[in-house]
Nanobody, 119 residues
Framework: QVQLVESGGGLVQAGGSLRLSCAAS?????RAWFRQAPGKEREFVAV????????YYTNSVKGRFTISRDNANNTVYLQMNSLKPEDTAVYYC???????????????WGQGTQVTVSS
C-alpha cells in the first residue's frame, strides 16, 4: 500500500504564498490535492498525471495554484499564490491509478496538512 505524506502547511497572510509537498512511498499514476474547510465537505483542488501532460484544477484556484511533480523524488507539489482567507482548510494529497480523466476515484490518501490564511 502506497503511503502519502503531506508537508508545507502553515499560517500565512492573505496575498501570500505557500508550497505544499506530497511525498509517496510508491507510484501513483495520478496525484491530486483536495481540501476540507471547517464545517464543509472535502473538495477537489487539482490533479496531475504521472508524466505531467495533463492537469486539472477547480475553478476557484485557477491562475493562483500550480500543481507539479518530481518523479525522481516521487513528490507532488502544490504552489499556492495570492492566497485568500477562503483557502483556509486542511489540504490532503490523494493518489489514483484509474483510467478516467479526471479521476473519479482515489485509492490512497495522506493525513493532511493545515493551511490557514489570515485576513
Amino acid at each position: 500500500q502506497v503511503q502519502l505524506v503531506e508537508s508545507g502547511g502553515g499560517l500565512v497572510q492573505a496575498g501570500g504564498s505557500l508550497r505544499l509537498s506530497c511525498a509517496a512511498s510508491g507510484r501513483t499514476d495520478r496525484r491530486a490535492w483536495f481540501r476540507q474547510a471547517p464545517g464543509k465537505e472535502r473538495e477537489f483542488v487539482a490533479v496531475i498525471t504521472w508524466n505531467g501532460d495533463r492537469l486539472y484544477y477547480t475553478n476557484s484556484v485557477k491562475g493562483r495554484f500550480t500543481i507539479s511533480r518530481d518523479n525522481a523524488n516521487n513528490t507532488v507539489y502544490l504552489q499556492m499564490n495570492s492566497l485568500k482567507p477562503e483557502d483556509t482548510a486542511v489540504y490532503y494529497c490523494a493518489g489514483s491509478n484509474g483510467i478516467t480523466w479526471p479521476p473519479s476515484r482515489y485509492d490512497v490518501w495522506g493525513q493532511g496538512t493545515q493551511v490557514t490564511v489570515s485576513s
